[in-house]
C-alpha cells in the first residue's frame, strides 16, 4: 500500500537513484546517453543529475513520495517520485542548479553536451511555459509536473496513476492550483496522462543531432 508524504532532504538520494533508473532510456536524455559507452557510468551521472535537480526544487517547490510499505513502522521504499513546481516560483534556473552540486557535473558531463541537453529541455517545457503565462493573465494557478517516474519493481501496478489520483492533483488543488501542465516525450506517457484526464494541447518535434524527439504537452484544469 502507497504513504504519501513530502520528501525531506534526506529522501532525495533514494529519489534521485529511482528517477535515473526510470529515465535511463528517456528519449530527452539521448543526447547525454550517447556520450558514455559504459552504462554503469552513464547512470551514475544521471543519478548525479537528477539529485541536483531535486536539490535545486526541494526548497521552493513540492517534491511529493509514494512510498511502499509492508508494515506501518517500517521506513519502506519509494515507489513513486513527483516533482511539481508552484505557479508563483520561478522555474530553478542554472545558477540555482550549480548551487544545489551542478557544478560538480562538469567534470563528468562534456560542458557542451551539458549545455545543448538544458537547451532541449528548455525548448520541450516552451508550449507549457506559454501556456502557463495564458493562465496566468486570467488569474489562474498553473502548476507544471516537472517529473513523475515510477520505481522499476512497481510498473505496472497502477502506482502512477494512483499518485496522481490520489496525491498529487489533490495536493496540487489543495494548495490553490487551477491547472496542471506538463509535457511527455514517449507514446506510453501520452496514453498514460490521456487515461488520467489530462487534455493534449500541443504536439511537435524537436530536432536534434540524432533525430527529432516527439514532444506533447498537456493541461489539467482542477475541478
Known sequence: ?????????????????????????????????NGFKNPTKYLKVLTKIQEVFLKAHHKN??????????????DGVIATVAVLERADKR???????????GLGLAFRISPPALFS????LDKAQTACANRK????LQD?????IAV???????????????????????????????????????????????????HEFSEEAIPTPKGEIPNWSYVYVCP
Open 61 to 74: 517547490h513540492a517534491i511529493l513520495l509514494g512510498v511502499e510499505k509492508e508494515e506501518e513502522d517500517k
Open 91 to 101: 522555474t530553478p534556473g542554472l545558477a540555482t542548479l550549480l548551487r544545489s552540486g
Open 148 to 198: 513523475l517516474g515510477v520505481n522499476k519493481q512497481f510498473q505496472g501496478k497502477q502506482m502512477g496513476s494512483c499518485m496522481l489520483a490520489d496525491y498529487v492533483m489533490p495536493y496540487a488543488k489543495n494548495e490553490g492550483a487551477t491547472h496542471v501542465l506538463l509535457n511527455t516525450n514517449t507514446q506510453a506517457n501520452r496514453k498514460f496522462y490521456i487515461k488520467n484526464g489530462f
Open 117 to 120: 541537453f538544458l537547451k532541449l
Open 1 to 33: 500500500m502507497l504513504h504519501y508524504k513530502l520528501a525531506t532532504k534526506e529522501d532525495l538520494p533514494q529519489a534521485a537513484a529511482l528517477l535515473a533508473e526510470s529515465f535511463f532510456d528517456y528519449p530527452l536524455y539521448t543526447i547525454l546517453k
Open 140 to 144: 489562474g494557478s498553473p502548476w507544471f
Open 133 to 136: 503565462k495564458e493562465i496566468m
